[in-house]
C-alpha cells in the first residue's frame, strides 16, 4: 500500500468540542427531565432542552465555521483528505447499524412475536392462556389486546414518495458530477433540485402523518406495527431533514465559489448521506410498506 | 454573527501560529484548565480518559462495596432492596462504560499515535468532544440516582419490562446518558480506525503493525458495528415507555424477549470490545519481559478477527433460558464454543512466548501472567455456561457473576494495570516504584480470587444474582467473598498511590526502559514530547 505522507494539520486548541459536550448535556438533561415530568406542571426540562439545541446549533455553526475557513487556507493535505472520508464512511456505517436495530425489530415482529402471540411454532399454549382471540397476521391491524388500526397502502403518497426521494439521487449525482467537470452553474441548478426534492418529500411525510392519525387510527401506541412503521419512517424523516439541511448549506457554499473540482470532501460527505438516506428508504419502502 | 466570525477570526489565526511551532517539535502545552477543556493532543486526551477512567472505577467500586456490605450477612441491613438493585446497575453500567471502555480508549489515545509513527490521532478535535462528552454522560446517569423513585433499578442490562413497566420515572435520564455514551465510543472508534488505517508511518505494512493496534482496529469495527444498535435498543425502551410503542409488550404484538435479542446483539460483541484491546496489551508485555519475539504473530491478526467476526452469532446464548427453539439453541450453543479455539490460539501463543525465554518478574509481567491463568479460569467457566442444559442450571445465579467477573477483572481490568505499568514510565518521564508496584499486584491477585472464586461454588449451589437477601446456608461464603472485595477495593488504592508518586518523580526513565521491548513508542524520549512524530519515521 503506497499512501502519501504531506504535513498533517493538528489544530492545537479548539473551544467548540467543549461548547458542542455541553450544548449535548444540555439537551439529554432537558429532554431527560422533560420526558420524565411528562404530565406533570414541571416545565424546567422543556427550557433546558431548547438551550441545548440552541448551544448545539450555535456550536455546528462554529466549528464548520472553522473548518471550512482552514479548508479555503488550504491547510489539509491529500492525506487529511483521506481521514474526512474514512471517518464519513465509518459514520454512516454506523447509522446503517442504528437503522438495522429498528429493521430487526421489524422482522422480529413479524416473524417472530406476532406468530408465537398466534400459537405457531410450540406456543399453541401461550395464545390460549394469553389471548385465545388473537389471529397472527401481519401488518397486524387487531393487536392481541383487541386495539384497532389500519395498515398504510403502499400505492399513492409512499410510492410517490419513493419516486421523488429516488430521483433526488440522480439530480444530486448530476450534481456531482458536474462539480468534477467544474461546471458550476449546472451544479447549483441540480442541487436547488435536489433540496427542493428532499423538503417536498418531508411535507408528503407530514401529510401521511396527519392522515395516518387523524382518518386511520394509525398511532405510535396502536401496536407494533405502529410501533415500526413510525420509529422506522420517523428516523427516516429526520434523517432527510439533516441531509436537506446538508444540503443547503452546500448550496451556500457552492453559491459563494467554495469547492474544486478535484478537492470538495463536504459535498462528497453530503451527497453520500444523501445516497444513504434515499438506500434506506427503498428498504422501507419494501419492507414497511409492500410486503 | 459579527463578533462570531471575529472570534473565529483569532482562533484561526492562533491555530495558525501553532502550526508552525509545531514544526520545531518543542511547542510546550499550554497551562491551566484551558489546557485540558480545549486540547486536541492525543496524548492529553489519552490522560484525560485514563484519569476518567480511574475515578469512575472507584466510583463503581464503591457501589460494589455497598453490594458486597449488604450481602456480608443473610437478611436487610444496610440498603433497602431498591437501592441495592440501583447499586448493582448502576456498578454494571459504570464500570463497563465508564471505567473499562474509557481506559481502553485513553490507551488507544496514547500509545497508537506512537506506535504507527503518526503525528496525532486522524480527527483531533473531534478526538476531544468523543471524551469531553463522557463526563456530562455521567453526570446524567449518576444525578438520576438522587432523583424521586431514584435511578435504574433494573439492572445494567435493563430488560424489558423491567426497565418500561416497572421502571423509575427517572428513565429517560438513563436512555439519554447511554444515547451519550453510545456517540462517544463511535466517535473514539472511528478516530481509531481512521488513524490506523491513513496515519501509518511509510513502510508500516499491515504485519508489522502492532498487535495493540490490530486489536484496536478490530475493537473499533465491532463498536461502529454495536453501539448503534444499543442506542436503537435503548429508543424502544425510552417509546416503549413514555410513548406508548409495543415493542416489547406482547398486548400490542411485541415480545419482551424480543429486547433480549437486540440488547445482546449489541452486549455479546460489547463483551469483545472490553477484551480485544487486553489481548493486544498482553501481546506487548509478554514478549517484552520474556526477551523474545511474539510467537505467532499472524495467527494472533487471524485468531483476533475470528473471534470478532464470530462474536456477532452467539448473543442467544445469554438467553437459553427464554424458551427458545431447540434449534437456536443448539446454534449459539455450537458457535459460542468455537470460540474458544481462536482464544485457545491466543493463549497458547502467549505461552509459547514465555517458553525458554529469559524471564523477569516485573510488575507489567505479573499483571500478565495471573492475566493468562485467571482469564483462562473465565474462558474455561464461559465453555461451561455455553453448555445449553448446563445452562439451566447456571443462569442467573452467581456462578455467571464469577464467570464474568473473571473475564473482566482479572481480564479486562488486570491488562489495563498491567498497560498503565509497562507505559507509565513513557508517559511520565520516572519509573512507578516496584516495590509498591508489586505491593499492589500481590493483594490484587490474592483478594481478587478471595473475591470471585468461592462465587463459582455459591452460584453451583443455587444461590442467585442480584438478590439483596439469601438463604441461611450461603452465608459463610459470602463473608468471605465480601472480605475479599473489601481487601480487592483497599488494594487499588495503592495503585492510586504508585500512579501519583510516579507523576510526582521518581527515577528517571530511560526512552526504553525495558531491555525486551520494541516498538517506535520506545524510541521517543520518555517522557514522550507533546508532539512526537511530527514527520513520520520510515520502517524498514
Redesign the interface.
Known amino acids: 500500500?503506497t499512501?502519501k505522507?504531506e504535513h498533517?494539520?493538528?489544530?492545537?486548541?479548539?473551544?467548540?468540542?467543549?461548547i458542542?459536550?455541553?450544548g449535548?448535556?444540555l439537551?439529554?438533561?432537558g429532554?431527560?427531565?422533560?420526558?420524565?415530568?411528562?404530565g406533570t406542571e414541571a416545565t424546567v426540562g422543556k427550557y433546558i432542552l431548547i438551550t441545548g439545541i440552541a448551544v448545539i446549533i450555535f456550536m455546528v455553526?462554529?466549528?464548520f465555521?472553522?473548518v471550512i475557513?482552514?479548508s479555503m487556507?488550504g491547510?489539509y493535505s491529500q492525506?487529511m483528505d483521506?481521514?474526512?472520508r474514512?471517518?464519513m464512511s465509518?459514520?454512516i456505517?454506523?447509522?446503517?447499524?442504528?437503522f438495522?436495530?429498528?429493521f430487526?425489530?421489524l422482522f422480529?415482529?413479524r416473524m417472530?412475536?406476532?406468530p408465537?402471540?398466534g400459537g405457531a411454532?410450540?406456543n399453541a399454549m401461550t395464545q390460549v392462556v394469553?389471548?385465545p382471540e388473537f389471529v397472527a397476521v401481519w401488518p397486524?391491524e387487531t393487536?392481541?389486546?383487541g386495539?384497532l388500526t389500519q395498515a398504510m397502502e403502499w400505492m399513492g403518497l409512499p410510492l410517490y414518495n419513493t419516486l421523488i426521494l429516488l430521483t433526488s439521487s440522480i439530480t444530486l449525482h448530476f450534481a456531482h458530477v458536474n462539480l468534477e467537470n467544474d461546471k458550476r452553474a449546472p451544479v447549483k441548478a441540480w442541487l436547488a433540485a435536489t433540496i427542493i426534492l428532499g423538503v417536498i418529500f418531508l411535507m408528503l411525510q407530514v401529510l401521511e402523518y396527519t392522515h395516518a392519525y387523524q382518518v386511520m387510527g394509525l398511532?405510535?401506541?396502536?401496536?407494533?406495527?405502529?410501533?415500526?412503521f413510525?420509529?422506522l419512517t420517523g428516523i427516516h424523516g429526520m434523517h432527510v431533514t439533516l441531509g436537506t439541511v446538508f444540503l443547503f448549506v452546500l448550496f451556500v457554499r457552492i453559491s459563494k465559489g467554495h469547492f474544486s473540482h478535484d478537492k470538495h470532501f463536504a459535498f462528497q460527505a453530503g451527497s453520500w448521506y444523501w445516497h444513504f438516506v434515499d438506500v434506506v428508504w427503498l428498504c422501507l419502502f419494501i419492507f414497511v410498506y409492500v410486503l | 454573527m459579527n463578533t462570531?466570525?471575529q472570534?473565529?477570526q483569532v482562533?484561526?489565526d492562533?491555530?495558525?501560529q501553532?502550526?508552525h511551532?509545531?514544526d520545531d517539535g518543542h511547542?510546550a502545552p499550554?497551562s491551566g484548565i484551558?489546557?485540558w477543556?480545549?486540547?486536541?493532543?492525543h496524548k492529553d486526551i489519552g490522560t484525560l480518559y485514563l484519569w476518567f477512567s480511574f475515578i469512575m472505577f472507584l466510583t463503581g467500586g464503591l457501589m460494589a462495596m455497598v453490594i458486597r456490605a449488604e450481602l456480608f450477612q443473610p437478611g436487610l441491613q444496610l440498603v433497602d432492596p431498591n437501592f441495592f438493585n440501583q447499586m448493582t446497575t448502576v456498578h454494571g453500567l459504570v464500570m463497563v462504560f465508564g471505567a473499562v471502555m474509557p481506559a481502553f480508549t485513553g490507551l488507544a489515545n496514547w500509545m497508537i499515535p506512537m506506535m504507527i509513527g503518526?503525528?496525532?490521532m486522524?480527527?483531533?478535535?473531534?478526538n476531544?468532544?468523543s471524551f469531553?462528552?463522557l463526563p456530562?454522560?455521567f453526570?446524567?446517569l449518576l444525578s438520576?440516582l438522587f432523583?424521586e423513585g431514584g435511578g435504574p433499578n433494573f439492572g445494567w442490562t435493563f430488560y424489558a419490562p423491567l426497565s418500561t413497566e416497572y421502571s423509575p420515572?427517572?428513565?429517560?435520564?438513563?436512555?439519554?446518558?447511554i444515547?451519550?455514551m453510545g456517540?462517544s465510543s463511535?466517535m473514539g472508534?472511528?478516530?481509531v480506525?481512521?488513524t490506523v488505517?491513513?496515519?501509518?508511518?511509510?513502510g508500516m505494512?499491515?504485519m508489522k503493525l502492532p498487535l495493540f493496534a490490530w486489536t484496536w482496529l478490530i475493537t473499533a469495527f465491532l463498536l461502529?458495528?454495536?453501539?448503534?444498535?444499543l442506542?436503537?435498543?435503548v429508543?424502544?425502551v425510552?417509546?416503549?415507555k413514555?410513548?406508548?410503542?409495543?415493542?416489547f409488550e406482547?398486548?400490542?404484538?411485541?415480545?419482551p424477549?424480543?429486547f433480549q435479542?437486540?440488547f445482546w446483539?449489541f452486549g455479546h460483541p460489547e463483551v469483545y470490545i472490553m477484551i480485544l484491546p487486553s489481548f493486544g496489551i498482553m501481546s506487548a508485555i509478554i514478549p517484552t519481559f520474556s526477551r523474545k519475539k511474539l510467537f505467532g504473530y499472524s495467527s494472533m491478526v487471524y485468531a483476533t478477527a475470528s473471534i470478532a467476526i464470530l462474536s456477532f452469532l452467539v448473543w442467544a446464548h445469554h438467553m437459553f433460558t427464554t424458551g427458545m427453539?431447540v434449534f437456536a439453541e443448539l446454534f449459539f450453543m455450537y458457535c459460542t464454543m468455537l470460540i474458544s479455539v481462536p482464544t485457545g490460539v491466543k493463549i497458547f501463543n502467549w505461552v509459547a512466548t514465555m517458553w525458554k525465554g529469559s524471564l523477569t518478574f516485573e510488575t507489567p509481567m505479573l499483571f500478565a501472567i495471573s492475566f493468562l491463568v485467571l482469564f483462562t479460569i473465565g474462558g474455561f467457566s464461559g465453555l461451561m455456561l455455553a453448555i445449553t442444559p448446563a445452562d439451566f442450571q447456571y443462569h442467573d445465579t452467581y456462578f455467571v457473576v464469577a464467570h464474568f467477573h473473571y473475564v473482566l477483572v482479572t481480564g479486562a481490568i488486570f491488562t489495563i494495570m498491567a498497560a498503565v505499568y509497562y507505559w507509565i514510565p513513557k508517559w511520565t518521564g520516572h519509573m512507578y516504584n516496584e516495590r509498591l508496584g508489586k505491593l499492589h499486584f500481590w493483594c490484587s491477585v490474592i483478594s481478587v480470587n478471595i473475591l470471585f472464586f468461592p462465587m463459582h461454588f455459591l452460584g453451583l449451589a443455587g444461590m442467585p444474582r442480584r438478590i439483596p437477601d439469601y438463604a441461611i446456608q450461603f452465608a459463610d461464603v459470602n463473608q468471605i467473598v465480601s472480605i475479599g472485595g473489601f481487601a480487592f477495593g483497599l488494594s487499588q488504592l495503592i495503585f492510586l498511590v504508585v500512579v501519583i508518586k510516579c507523576i510526582r518523580g521518581g527515577e528517571k526513565a530511560p526512552a526504553k526502559p525495558w531491555e525486551g521491548a520494541e516498538g517506535l513508542e520506545w524510541e521517543i524520549p520518555s517522557p514522550a514530547p507533546y508532539?512526537s512524530f511530527t514527520t513520520?519515521p520510515v520502517i524498514k
Not at chain 1, 8 to 18: D, H, K, L, M
Open positions: 500500500m499512501t505522507h498533517y494539520y493538528v489544530p492545537s486548541q479548539s473551544a467548540w468540542p467543549i458542542g459536550a455541553m449535548l448535556f439537551i439529554a438533561f429532554a431527560g427531565t422533560y420526558i420524565s415530568d411528562m455553526f462554529g466549528w465555521r472553522t475557513a482552514e487556507a491547510l492525506q483521506r481521514s474526512f474514512q471517518g465509518w459514520f456505517f454506523s447509522e446503517v447499524m442504528f438495522a436495530a429498528f430487526g425489530a422480529y415482529a417472530v412475536s406476532v408465537w402471540l411454532s410450540n394469553l389471548w397486524l393487536t392481541p389486546d386495539r398511532t405510535l401506541d396502536a401496536g407494533v406495527y405502529g410501533s415500526t413510525f420509529l | 462570531l466570525t472570534e473565529n482562533s484561526m492562533g491555530s495558525l501553532d502550526d511551532n509545531h511547542h499550554p484551558m489546557r477543556l480545549l486540547t486536541t493532543n503518526a503525528p496525532d486522524a480527527l483531533p478535535r473531534m476531544n468532544w469531553w462528552i456530562f454522560a453526570i446524567i438520576s432523583m420515572d427517572s428513565t429517560a435520564l438513563f436512555v439519554f446518558s444515547h451519550i456517540i463511535i472508534a472511528i478516530n480506525i481512521v488505517i491513513n496515519m501509518r508511518a511509510p505494512t499491515w461502529i458495528a454495536v453501539m448503534p444498535v442506542a436503537g435498543a429508543t424502544m425510552l417509546t416503549d413514555y410513548f406508548g410503542t409495543s415493542f406482547a398486548a400490542g404484538g411485541g415480545d424477549v424480543m435479542h437486540i446483539f427453539p508532539h513520520p
